[in-house]
């Protein structure tokens, strides 16, 4: 069994750099599908979610080539079948972004229910409402549990013809705005998608599918309008060989995620490679802590200094839709909060059962209490090194900090979920001052 194994207590310094946005990058290649031409993807994380997108596409007929470490030329000029391999579909949520692409590149799409980390009801009902508006029937495949009880278990989409229509999503939703854009682009006539999410993700996916000729307006608002094409070739004439470069945004959460460690371990960190708007909600949570938090805005860098004289402000958080503070920092910074000097509040408006890291938390010395929606934090002076294990992906990131913060060793096991999300994260936290090593 792999685990990562830390040697608490060292304050981390030095430079670090951020890989591409893995919520950008799992609907930039189902976005491929919709190409009619080749593209190269660069900045690519070098994530388990990556390999199992790539292993897809080629499943469906893709030529993928891997020009460097973090570099793909991707191409598909003839679909093999629109049914996404079961087992791939159900080791990462963002499996269900091929619905959408196959659906808007051939009029039909299969796949089993996504997997992922678990962080309570995550239906996909909205998606299936961003569809079927557009024109496409929905049939939803039952399996039966082993006491017998239905679940669905299977999605199978088709379409004669997808027509742009009104879509009002009844809430705001990453995945089903993302969805609707890839299912849209290509579709006839005008879209428009209200109660969008906001996230930087959508920006990118917006911004990749125009610069391969779609139209696509309003990305990082409420509203967004897309005038169906019949092409997307980026500009590329018939028979040319030039290839469209396009580069994936930056990682948000990662790069809050090293802000998180730097601070906790009283260190001081520059983080190279970040767009410094995505990053406010963070920083400014990290200055009410008393974090320092500089940046330099034209070299795209923010550094983070802790003073390790005095004990950590509490604070108050509440995760909400970007630009609120993001769920999926919402771990991490609790591990901060615990080793503030006093009592802190957490609210979360996203994932219900996103606490699943507390009782891991509570073995290395933390004092916490869940909450009908929240949790409460006293914090306490330290923590200490314990075995534990990454619940999810980001509860993951939030163990890897505590244990870097901690005195003592802490092993984590179960890190296959920390390497769906985060590119080479032993090598860069040994490069800024980590004793880390996988195991």
């Known amino acids: 069994m792999n685990k990562f194994v830390i040697e ?25 599908l919709l190409l009619d031409v080749p593209v190269i993807i660069e900045n690519v994380p070098d994530i388990s979610d990556v390999q199992i997108c790539l292993t897809i596409l080629r499943a469906l007929g893709a030529e993928v080539e891997r020009l460097k470490e973090d570099t793909y030329r991707i191409f598909c000029p003839k679909l093999l079948t629109h049914t996404v391999p079961e087992e ?21 799409a ?37 006491k017998g009880d239905p679940f669905i278990d299977a999605v199978e989409l088709r379409a004669d013809e997808l027509t ?8 705001v939703s990453v995945g089903a ?91 001081d960190v520059m983080i190279h490679g970040v ?22 805005e034209n070299e795209d860098i923010v550094r983070v200094h802790a003073d390790g004289s005095r004990r950590f402000r509490p604070n ?40 699943k890291y507390v009782a891991e938390l509570r073995k290395m010395g933390a004092n916490i209490d869940l909450t009908r929606d929240g949790a409460i934090l006293w914090g306490v002076a330290g923590l200490h090194g314990a075995e534990v294990r990454a619940c999810d ?7 890897v900090i505590a244990g870097l913060a901690a005195e003592g060793r802490t092993e984590i096991t179960e890190i296959q979920h920390i390497e769906r999300g985060y590119s080479h994260i032993v090598e860069k936290l040994r490069g800024i001052g980590a004793e880390i090593q996988r195991v």
């Open 177 to 267: 705005t993302m969805n609707a854009i890839l299912a849209a682009v290509r579709a006839n006539g005008i879209t428009t998608i209200e109660n969008c999410a906001r996230e930087p993700h959508i920006v990118d996916l917006a911004n990749f599918l125009n610069y391969m000729g779609a139209h696509i307006s309003g990305a990082g608002t409420h509203k967004i309008t897309i005038e169906g094409v019949q092409e997307l070739r980026g500009n590329i004439a018939e028979g040319s060989e030039e290839t469209r470069v396009y580069s994936v945004v930056p990682d948000q959460i990662e790069a809050g995620t090293y802000m998180v460690a730097a601070a906790a371990t009283r260190g």
């Open 110 to 146: 299969k796949a089993a229910m996504p997997g992922g980390c678990y962080l309570g009801e995550r239906p996909i009902d909205q998606h299936l409402l961003a569809f079927e508006t557009l024109g496409a029937e929905s049939l939803l495949i039952k399996g039966y549990d082993v």
């Open 316 to 355: 108050n958080i509440k995760t909400e839709p970007y630009p609120g503070f993001p769920t999926d920092m919402q771990p991490q910074m609790a591990v901060l909060l615990t080793l503030a000097e006093g009592q802190s509040n957490i609210t979360e408006g996203i994932w219900e059962d996103r606490f």
């Open 393 to 399: 992906l980001r509860a993951g990131a939030a163990m």
């Open 88 to 108: 791939q579909a159900r080791k990462m949520r963002g499996s269900y972004y091929f619905l959408g692409a196959l659906l808007g590149r051939c009029g039909k």
């Open 275 to 296: 767009i410094p708007h995505h990053l406010k909600e963070i920083s400014d949570r990290l200055k009410e802590c008393g974090v320092r938090v500089d940046v330099i």
């Open 164 to 171: 742009g229509r009104n879509i009002s999503l009844n809430v």
């Open 8 to 32: 608490g207590g060292r304050r981390l310094t030095g430079d670090v750099s951020i890989s591409g946005a893995k919520n950008s990058v799992i609907a930039l290649l189902p976005a491929t």
